[in-house]
């Protein structure tokens, strides 16, 4: 069977950092594009970070510029987020997901297979 399963979860102070992973079991992701969303209290799924199967180019949503990176290992089916200097604004839980394409973007639409979600709370 085709999993999702995302770890890293955690309750952190604003300023500290926190990597969370998400990694497939049942199909070999090396050809499809990766990303992470995440949904914040009162708002809708967010595109985090999207990485390409291709080249390994990236894109990140404008308000995590700079303190989140997303890298992949092909070898091991697993997604990383590394998360630094993070904010209160940064409570979510987040989502990591698949797409059966080799580059992807923010719509959701657009991803096969979806994680259960991790919940990432930061305190001020």
């Known amino acids: 069977d085709v999993q999702l399963q995302a770890s890293g979860r955690g309750l952190v102070q604003a300023g500290e950092s926190l990597t969370l992973s998400c990694q497939a079991s049942?199909?070999?992701?090396?050809?499809?594009?990766i990303a992470w969303f995440r949904r914040a209290p009162g708002k809708g799924r967010e595109g985090v970070s999207c990485?390409?199967?291709?080249?390994?180019?990236?894109f990140y949503t404008n308000s995590v510029k700079g303190r989140f990176t997303i890298s992949r290992d092909n070898a091991r089916n697993t997604v990383y987020l590394q998360m630094d200097s993070l904010k209160p604004e940064d409570t979510a839980v987040y989502y990591c997901?698949?797409?059966?394409?080799?580059?992807?973007?923010?719509?959701?639409?657009?991803?096969?297979?979806w994680g259960q979600g991790t919940q990432v709370t930061v305190s001020s």
């Open positions: 049942g199909f070999t992701f090396d050809d499809d594009a």
């Open positions: 990485i390409s199967s291709d080249d390994g180019t990236t």
């Open positions: 997901a698949v797409a059966l394409r080799a580059v992807a973007g923010k719509e959701q639409q657009q991803y096969r297979y």
